[in-house]
């Protein structure tokens, strides 16, 4: 702990707290002001001038990533600046996004925030909702958020801010409404370090509530199987059955029976007329004849079951039960899961029919003599790289372009005669998977990178900053050292370098 602050009494540490806040609100503030102020250098049109037909040709125009009345940013200026932050370029264009709205739409609330008065992220948020609203419209929200956003509690700030906007431009809000109802969809969150993760439907509210009232009935069906869960484990249980549809199906049937009539009073009877039952006849409607409830249970569902690929990493000393930090107790890493004992990935693969494909071993050196990765070796590389190589990139996805890291030699024409590119030049020593945006960023914005080790990239931007990328992440190198690297004889073994 800090000396100063243990010789402060209780009403110094208050006072204490209080500059600790103000001083980190003004530092967010500073962090927005850095981004703008970059954005300022790099907000010239690169196509008017001698050069706008390359420009406009690789991609490096205007982009207005804030809302109306906000200037333009040279699209290539944001992947640098997002490396010197340490930052993902897709988050430092949200936050560019975000103080260029407070700056040029909402400047009174940006006032508050840059004397301390408020929470910085607050005000990011407001930005964010009232984007869409016209430059002439949008100072509504402003007058009335700068007015509480330093005194009144952070919910009700931002209810104020939604009618605001609300009320600046109705008809625009009905059309978002419309929009935003053709937007349903169901999306898939990070797997924790427990094996679990969240699903997220938005959906028709009849069919999420028909979701909900099947759950609800297969969690009464399997409460008996799990005694010890709570009702919201027991959800889960039942939710997971939906991705079985014939097993849940046969559950269905085996649990479906006509329940018991109530038992009531005698009632006097006024009128001969026969009354409708209509959860009689529902159940009637349910009920299966025994035969066919025993022919559906002995029908080989398996073929229902959907079809998908697992990509399952384990270490051999796993299955041996070897020491060693790579066998952690026996635990396999599932891509798009996340790591698993061997207990779960045994009970995730016991209720499916599995073909095994060949394993593959990411010792061997794979060279080809064309441009084109092959799939053989795309699959090589991810599985070596684990996702883009570009410097602090967050994505593991495989669906990413494949890049020569030293660009590919096409060879060139002298004369009559042309030449043919060198061979070897594609292979597990010179690949590399970028997203589209960092894979046009590398070709076109003056960045430089190599490979110097299986999953191992040096990188040099523009304005001479350095990284190195490995297994264990990114890292920050003198520049002087990652030209070292860039520049040395082909052939020289870089790996520690």
């Avoid at 009335?144 to 005194?151: E, G, K, N």
């Avoid at 095994?356 to 991810?382: G, N």
Wanted: hydrophobic share 40%.
């Amino acid at each position: 702990m800090n000396g100063d602050l243990c010789d402060l009494d209780a009403t110094g540490l208050l006072a204490a707290a209080t500059e600790a806040e103000h001083a980190a609100r003004l530092a967010e503030v500073h962090k927005l002001e850095v981004l703008a102020a970059w954005a300022a250098v790099h907000s010239t049109d690169p196509t008017e001038g001698p050069d706008g037909h390359v420009a406009r040709r690789i991609g490096n125009v205007l982009r207005q990533v804030g809302g109306e009345g906000t200037p333009g940013v040279q699209d290539f200026c944001l992947g640098e600046i997002a490396l010197a932050r340490g930052a993902g370029a897709t988050a430092t264009q949200h936050m560019l996004a975000d103080v260029l709205d407070l700056q040029h739409r909402l400047p009174l609330t940006w006032a508050v925030c840059r004397r301390g008065e408020c929470e910085v992220w607050v005000a990011r948020r407001v930005a964010k909702l009232s984007r869409h609203l016209g430059a002439d419209t949008v100072g509504l929200v402003d007058s009335a958020v700068s007015r509480m956003i330093a005194t009144e509690a952070i919910g009700r700030v931002l209810d104020v801010a939604a009618a605001k906007i609300i009320e600046a431009d109705p008809a625009a809000h009905e059309e978002r409404c419309e929009a935003e109802r053709r937007r349903r969809y169901v999306g898939l969150g990070r797997t924790d370090d427990h094996g679990l993760r969240t699903l997220i439907a938005r959906l028709e509210a009849g069919d999420a509530a028909a979701v909900d009232a099947i759950v609800h009935r297969v969690g009464e069906i399997l409460a008996p199987r799990h005694p010890e869960a709570h009702p919201d484990e027991l959800r889960a249980h039942a939710f997971g059955w939906l991705a079985r549809p014939a097993e849940l199906f046969t559950l269905l049937l085996e649990h479906t029976t006509t329940p018991p009539e109530p038992q009531h009073e005698p009632e006097p009877e006024l009128e001969d007329v026969a009354e409708p039952e209509p959860e009689r006849g529902l159940s009637r409607a349910l009920a299966f004849p025994a035969d066919l409830l025993d022919t559906l249970r002995e029908v080989d569902v398996r073929p229902l079951a959907p079809k998908a690929v697992l990509h399952v990493h384990l270490h051999e000393a796993s299955l041996h039960g070897f020491g060693g930090v790579d066998a952690v107790a026996g635990v396999a890493r599932v891509e798009g899961l996340g790591p698993l004992t061997l207990a779960r990935l045994t009970e995730l693969l016991g209720r499916h029919d599995l073909t095994v494909q060949p394993v593959k071993d990411l010792s061997d050196r794979v060279r080809h003599t064309a441009y084109e990765h092959p799939e053989s070796l795309r699959d090589q590389v991810h599985l070596v790289t684990g996702g883009d190589y570009w410097p602090y990139a967050t994505s593991t996805s495989r669906h990413v372009d494949l890049d020569h890291p030293t660009p590919y030699d096409h060879g060139h024409e002298s004369g009559d005669e042309g030449r043919d590119p060198p061979p070897g030049q594609t292979g597990s020593h010179n690949s590399g998977p970028l997203g589209r945006r960092h894979h046009r960023w590398k070709t076109h914005a003056g960045y430089r990178s190599r490979q110097c080790g299986e999953g191992r990239y040096v990188w040099l931007t523009p304005h001479n900053m350095g990284f190195l990328i490995d297994h264990t992440g990114t890292h920050r190198i003198h520049p002087e050292k990652a030209r070292i690297i860039l520049e040395a004889p082909a052939g020289v073994d870089l790996y520690y370098a």
